[in-house]
């Protein structure tokens, strides 16, 4: 297989696994509603934010905007250094570390950009997917957020307290692979 098609495919297939789970979560579960699907130690626990990490905001309206923005211009970088990356023949798992952060990036903007318009809310009630009362305008959507796995749960600590969704994952997952991979991704020039 090509590196192009190895990372279209990885795109196509992290965004499509990121959004199922997502629209499955938002339209099955109530805001706060928690599943136990392994022992204590992993949940499913339907969450929203504005989309930063651990549900931090700034700047309100402006600021939420201002960070969907941000993101398509980091998405626009990053699809520029796949295809350079693919032009450059780089290892098979550079590529697909690139992929994977590329299709986290864009699974984020989608819930940003437009869930806030297909879907009503989520307070006290399933969501309605194509609902005619959306909860929000165009770029002011939520992210799903649902995985969470509390390793050690106390009375007055949560050891892993965050609660995240398959393409911060996929961020994630894409980041230790350029770490493990970090000469064949950053070659020293002659």
């Not at 789970?21 to 136990?36: A, C, D, M, Q």
């Amino acid at each position: 297989m090509s590196k192009k098609n190895i990372a279209i495919l990885t795109v196509i297939l992290a965004i499509l696994i990121d959004q199922v789970s997502k629209i499955y979560v938002k339209t099955h579960f109530t805001l706060g509603e928690e599943v136990v699907v392994f022992s204590n130690w992993f949940k499913i626990h339907f969450t929203e934010n504005n989309g930063m990490a651990w549900g931090f905001e700034f700047g309100g309206k402006s600021g939420k905007l201002f960070l969907t923005l941000f993101r398509l211009v980091a998405v626009t970088g990053i699809i520029y250094w796949l295809n350079q990356s693919i032009k450059r023949k780089t290892h098979n798992a550079v590529i697909t570390a690139i992929a994977l952060i590329l299709a986290g990036a864009v699974g984020n903007i989608i819930d940003s950009v437009f869930y806030g318009v297909i879907f009503d809310s989520s307070m006290h009630k399933v969501a309605t997917l194509f609902s005619d009362e959306p909860y929000g305008e165009l770029f002011y959507g939520k992210v799903v957020d649902m995985l969470y796995f509390p390793i050690y749960e106390g009375e007055s600590f949560t050891f892993f307290n965050a609660i995240f969704n398959g393409a911060d994952s996929w961020i994630t997952i894409g980041v230790i692979l350029l770490f493990i991979f970090n000469k064949q991704a950053f070659p020293k020039e002659n």
